[in-house]
């Protein structure tokens, strides 16, 4: 299963940016598709997920500040991201849920090469 990231770069305090997922469809359809991150020294964390029937998960630590999204017909899985803080740098990574619980990395098989996201203040 190949998830591929882009979207990342670099913005300041407050800003706002679009990350997008793209993978196969049968990848789209099998699996809940999301997003983790690590930032520097940290352990990967979980941010967001979203089920092909419109259910999404959001982390706690972005909840009313990002938003994740797909498109069915284009495949894709977006995540929005508003009101950056520099505490959101990290790599962000695409991910595919595999089974068990949502916010453990272990529970994901499958994860794209990750888009780099710096925030400045």
């Known amino acids: 299963v190949q998830l591929q990231a882009s979207g990342g770069g670099s913005v300041q305090a407050g800003g706002s940016l679009r990350l997008s997922c793209a993978t196969s469809e049968w990848a789209f359809s099998t699996y809940a598709i999301g997003w983790f991150r690590q930032a520097p020294g940290k352990d990967r964390e979980f941010v967001a997920l979203?089920?092909?029937?419109?259910?999404?998960l959001h982390a706690d630590s972005v909840k009313g500040r990002f938003t994740i999204s797909r498109d069915n017909a284009k495949n894709m899985v977006y995540l929005r991201m508003n009101s950056l803080s520099p505490e959101d740098t990290a790599v962000y990574y695409c991910?595919?849920?595999?089974?068990?619980?949502?916010?453990?990395?272990?529970?994901?098989?499958?994860w794209g090469q990750g888009t780099l996201v710096t925030v400045s203040s």
């Open positions: 991910v595919a849920h595999t089974g068990g619980s949502f916010q453990s990395k272990d529970s994901y098989k499958y």
């Open positions: 979203s089920w092909r029937r419109g259910d999404t």
